[in-house]
């Protein structure tokens, strides 16, 4: 059972890492323990095909308060100071002949979990679990669902199953995703 794990954790290919970011954003503190709403700092998700992130302003908003002592908060003061925006490396790219309306999933009520798995038990944030071998393990041993696979053939696959179970109109066209 390990050795699947180890070698499956071993071929895992590079572009699945974790990011660095410039602040480690714990998704689970601001998530699961203030309970914060995803759609108030991705605010653009229900506007827009993207869910944005958060401007510098939001998020002093209630640092400026609150966690001021904390290394990762200093840093966010750094770019408040200096009126500079915070250079997130991007975590999700999809390929440039699809697109996904965030906005269009957001006005169906599709909880943010159903396409970017648990992120309120997230430390770090990324597209893929990565090479971590505790995931890993995790997931073999059936303790943590793995993430979606955010494949064409999932979303087509969800689409179908809203549509048969909860009367929607998600759409099975190309041109949905695809320009």
């Given amino acids: 059972l390990v050795f699947v794990a180890v070698s499956s954790w071993s071929r895992q290919p590079a572009v699945a890492r974790p990011s660095v970011q410039p602040i480690a954003f714990p998704h689970v503190v601001h998530v699961q323990t203030y309970k914060i709403d995803c759609q108030y700092c991705h605010s653009d998700a229900r506007r827009s095909e993207y869910a944005g992130l958060p401007s510098v302003e939001r998020c002093m908003g209630c640092h400026k308060i609150t966690g001021a002592q904390l290394p990762e908060v200093r840093k966010l003061a750094e770019y408040w100071a ?98």
């Fill in 82 to 179: 200096k009126k500079e925006p915070i250079p997130w490396v991007r975590v999700n790219k999809l390929p440039e002949f699809t697109y996904f309306p965030h906005k269009a999933h957001v006005r169906a009520n599709v909880k943010c979990q159903a396409c970017h798995g648990e992120v309120e038990k997230m430390t770090t944030f990324a597209a893929a679990p990565g090479p971590r071998l505790a995931n890993d393990l995790l997931n073999l041993a059936g303790f943590r669902p793995a993430p979606p696979p955010l494949t064409m053939g999932w979303c087509i696959d969800c689409h179908r199953e809203q549509n048969a179970r909860e009367q929607k109109k998600a759409p099975l066209d190309c041109v949905a995703c695809h320009h």
